[in-house]
């Protein structure tokens, strides 16, 4: 067998290493152009700098103390060694120390440079939370920031020292067992190996090397048990997070004692091991996990013993102190309740009084709305509709809740021919427009009726958009070069496509040298070999907003829902952004990570076209983003420099929102014997949705709260005890103006039945006249699925709604709003639109003349009064053309008897 050739291997490993390094370069070189490019230079080089801070002295430290150990261990092995071989080789074997030291130091600073930085920033930069901890009084900044970076160091001393005692054990080991003729010598006298080996002066040089390493590890494992008495905050042991009865009387007295004992134990190590007696300092060291025996025993006697017979008098202060710091990490502290009598009739009059809040109602659902933009929308293969966004705007002056989508290039959608790399790289370059439609306004077809549409935008609103090119999105997932040749196509125009130029000011310029750099960062030669690409060209990287937002701000979490905005004629996207901490103490960890504070401090506003990145301060009391402040001076902006026509769009995050109704639902207990027995606890409500039982969404709606004078917009959910159906409560976040980030929550009377959406739903089920119908239509090549059924508070009382879909099974059919049901308390009508329901459950069974005369005089002549009767007019005639098809004359007569009516009225309305 051929000895492998260390020369190539040398060669192949400097290979690789040029390689690695190079490609370091290269990204380093481009980020450094990018972060230019946003103005952010300084940003990227805080952390830089930060991880420098970090990486030069551990290495330093590290190596001088690894390299020193190291050239006395050899030193030790030379002087002893009797083979002149060895002596020779010291210089060899000094290297090899230096190698071994520079590698290790090399591996431990990197890592502490990739994942310590951010607690090192903290460490230099903490804030106080203005709030102590109950146990040992420290301010809770102290455990956000400090502790996390003191464990990192507390960490690392260990997991080197373990190191170094490990390498000097077996570089003894070697040493003896190298020069057998010199230290393995049996006494003749006695026979004893053990006392001959134990004897020999090698054995006792490693026991001179070994003993103040022992010690200096017992005294850090003392330094180790003082600052574990912290982590009894986040104890999972007890009834509830953190440090119940049995941690603070038990455990944290143990912790003291250990702690004390370590450094008892060290200087027992130090004094045994330098006298040679492995015996008493083996001895000794068994002290350390007796004690932990006996703190484990009697940690399970006086849970056992004492606390569990009388848990609830034991753990109740523990058990408040869990319910104030969760309330506190996830915001829940300043959430308003207010009772919801639920005692006023609903009437025809009252919901007129509140119109503003029934216009808006949601007929549509967001993912049917999807379907149909993709479908009616799309308008070519290669364009997408990635998500449906809800907002709210005032449009020809009314404040009305929309849907919005932003039209965006779908590479991934282009033919195969249609996929060179000139057109995914240089032709197709950005999406174009949005799409909107009111969400509570259907064709008489039943898709969305779409108010903003079409490719330029065409609206008959005062929305304008002058700037549709989407160059940046959640769709833009490659690189793109501008300003070519080639041109870009910008929209088609019939059997034509328009193309355009970018005239944005980002962009890295296309110099000689960087489309050699950008060739090698991209593993693309035609970069640099393109006769399409000039001196006028730029190359857009990171072009996904949140990929783009993250490379920036990479220690904020971002929510995974950005939406897009119009403002000023132009498209921006908002991405909701999060500080977050997973050492609040006492808080119960939510999910997978374990995050027990959080807040949405964080508004990102991402330029759809120029791709500039703006970072608001949203919540400048969260002591997190006061220290990123700190951190990066010039990276947050303050809320109020947002410009109006964007600011008037942020909302409340339904991410945050969500977590915080699954936490309060428990943490609404704040008695701490109601909380132990979960006697309160509630549940999130649920509901019938494509005709599975499932959660209810958290919904974005425009409503007037009680005791408040106008409309706002929204975000509610609605709960349920945790094994009942009934509704006892639901909760608001309000987003409006200065009533942003406002938590309120309504309780309804514990001794009144407010049906709960499922009720509701079980009613539907079994209302004979609904289901019929329902049967009817699901024997007719169609299928039909019921939207989000939606609670809508009104004057202290709950209005149901819930949209009913009907889809054909022929190919691409689309689902359409045929039906909307009405639930008031135990009165439910299922009509083609929203104000018939409305009608039939508020106004009783009276004709549609009767209905129409009615509402003539406040609608007579107005534009709002002659669409609502040509959408009764379209909706009689579907009902006469039914009844014919069932041979049904009478209802035919009487449904012809309603047209005829229905359109004299517009005649009149015409005239007038």
Do not use: C
């Not at 301010?139 to 690392?156: H, K, N, S, W």
């Not at 705007?393 to 779908?410: C, L, M, P, S």
């Not at 309804?748 to 019929?772: A, C, H, R």
């Amino acid at each position: 067998m051929k000895k492998p050739n260390i020369t190539l291997l040398l060669a192949a490993f400097l290979i690789l290493l040029v390689i690695s390094v190079g490609k370091e370069i290269i990204n380093f070189i481009v980020d450094l152009q990018w972060f230019s490019d946003l103005n952010y230079l300084t940003v990227y080089f805080r952390k830089f700098l930060a991880q420098l801070e970090l990486a030069l002295p551990v290495f330093l430290i590290i190596f001088v103390f690894l390299y020193f150990y190291s050239v006395k261990v050899v030193n030790d092995y030379v002087n002893f060694a009797q083979d002149i071989v060895v002596k020779r080789s010291a210089g060899k074997y000094k290297k090899i120390g230096v190698y071994t030291s520079l590698f290790v130091s090399f591996l431990v600073s990197l890592y502490a440079a990739l994942s310590w930085w951010n607690d090192w920033l903290f460490f230099k930069n903490a804030v106080s939370f203005n709030y102590s901890d109950p146990i040992f009084k420290k301010d809770v900044g102290f455990y956000v920031f400090r502790l996390p970076f003191v464990y990192d160091i507390y960490r690392l001393l260990m997991v080197v020292l373990i190191l170094v005692i490990s390498a000097t054990v077996v570089a003894y080991v070697l040493m003896y067992l190298s020069d057998k003729t010199r230290f393995y010598e049996i006494s003749e006298r006695d026979g004893n190996l053990f006392r001959a080996i134990y004897n020999k002066e090698i054995l006792e040089k490693a026991f001179r090397e070994i003993a103040p390493l022992a010690a200096f590890f017992f005294l850090l494992l003392a330094v180790g048990y003082y600052f574990a008495r912290f982590q009894i905050l986040y104890s999972t042991k007890g009834r509830v997070f953190g440090a119940t009865y049995t941690d603070v009387h038990v455990t944290l007295t143990f912790y003291y004692i250990l702690s004390a004992l370590s450094v008892v134990v060290a200087f027992l190590v130090f004094v045994f091991l330098m006298k040679k007696n492995l015996k008493y300092a083996i001895i000794s060291v068994l002290l350390l996990p007796l004690f932990s025996l006996v703190m484990a025993l009697t940690e399970t006697a006086v849970q056992n013993l004492i606390v569990s017979p009388n848990e609830l008098d034991k753990e109740s202060r523990y058990i408040s102190y869990n319910i104030e710091y969760t309330r506190k990490g996830f915001g829940l502290d300043k959430v308003e309740e207010k009772d919801y009598p639920s005692k006023k009739e609903l009437t025809w009059e009252v919901l007129q009084k509140n119109r503003d809040t029934i216009d808006n109602i949601m007929i549509n659902d967001y993912r049917p709305v999807k379907q149909a933009y993709n479908q009616l929308q799309a308008l070519r293969l290669y364009y997408k509709f990635n998500d449906i966004d809800i907002d709210r705007y005032t449009i020809n002056g009314k404040y009305k809740q929309v849907f919005i989508a932003a039209r965006e290039i779908d590479q991934e959608n282009l033919s195969p021919q249609a996929k060179t790399w000139i057109n995914l790289h240089l032709k197709y370059t950005h999406g174009y427009g949005v799409v909107m439609s009111l969400v509570n306004d259907v064709t008489p077809t039943g898709q969305p009726e779409m108010i903003v549409k079409d490719i330029p935008p065409t609206t008959s609103t005062d929305i304008r958009i002058d700037r549709p090119q989407i160059y940046f999105g959640e769709l833009t997932n490659d690189y793109v070069i501008v300003n070519t040749k080639t041109g870009e196509f910008d929209y088609p125009s019939g059997d034509k496509n328009i193309q355009t130029n970018y005239k944005g000011t980002t962009g890295i310029p296309m110099t000689f040298p960087n489309r050699i750099l950008f060739a090698l960062y991209e593993k693309e030669a035609r970069i640099l070999l393109s006769a399409d690409i000039t001196k006028d060209s730029k190359i857009l990287i990171h072009r996904n907003i949140l990929e783009r937002a993250n490379k920036i701000a990479p220690f904020l979490l971002y929510d995974d829902d950005p939406y897009i905005v119009v403002s000023d004629g132009k498209l921006y996207w908002i991405i909701d952004a999060y500080t977050y901490s997973t050492n609040f103490p006492y808080s119960q960890p939510y999910g997978n990570v374990g995050i027990n504070y959080i807040r949405n401090s964080v508004k990102v506003v991402v330029d759809a076209y120029n791709g500039e990145v703006d970072f608001y301060i949203a919540d400048e009391k969260d002591p997190l983003i006061q220290a990123y402040k700190k951190i990066f001076p010039g990276l947050f902006k303050d809320i109020e420099k947002m410009p109006a026509g964007i600011r008037q769009h942020i909302r409340y995050p339904q991410f945050l929102f969500d977590i915080q109704t699954e936490v309060y639902k428990t943490y609404h207990m704040t008695d701490p014997q109601v909380f132990y027995n979960k006697e309160d606890a509630w549940d999130i409500a649920k509901e019938k949705f494509d005709n599975e039982v499932q959660y209810q969404e958290s919904q974005y709606m425009i409503m007037r709260l009680p005791g408040e004078q106008k409309e706002e917009f929204i975000l509610m959910i609605p709960y349920t005890p945790s094994t009942k159906a009934n509704m006892v409560a639901w909760m608001a976040a309000r987003m409006d103006k200065d009533n942003y980030g406002k938590l309120v929550v309504y309780k309804f009377p514990k001794n009144t039945i407010v049906y709960g959406p499922l009720q509701i739903e079980n009613m539907i089920d079994q209302d004979p006249n609904i289901s019929k119908e329902l049967s009817l239509w699901n024997q007719q090549g169609s299928t039909v699925s019921r939207g989000n059924l939606l609670v809508i508070p009104i004057d202290d009382s709950i209005l149901y709604v819930e949209p009913l879909y009907i889809q054909s099974q022929n190919q691409n059919a689309l689902p359409e709003v045929k039906r909307v049901i009405v639930a008031y308390k135990d009165q439910i009508a299922m009509e083609p639109t929203l104000e018939e329901s409305l009608k039939k459950v508020f106004l009783g069974n009276a004709t549609a003349p009767e209905i129409i005369e009615k509402t003539q005089e406040e609608t007579k002549g107005s534009a709002e009064g002659q669409r609502e009767l040509i959408i009764k007019a379209h909706d009689t005639y579907e009902k006469a053309v039914e009844a014919v098809k069932k041979g049904d004359w009478a209802s035919f007569g009487k449904y012809m008897e309603e047209l005829k009516e229905i359109l004299k009225l517009l005649k009149e309305g015409v005239k007038d």
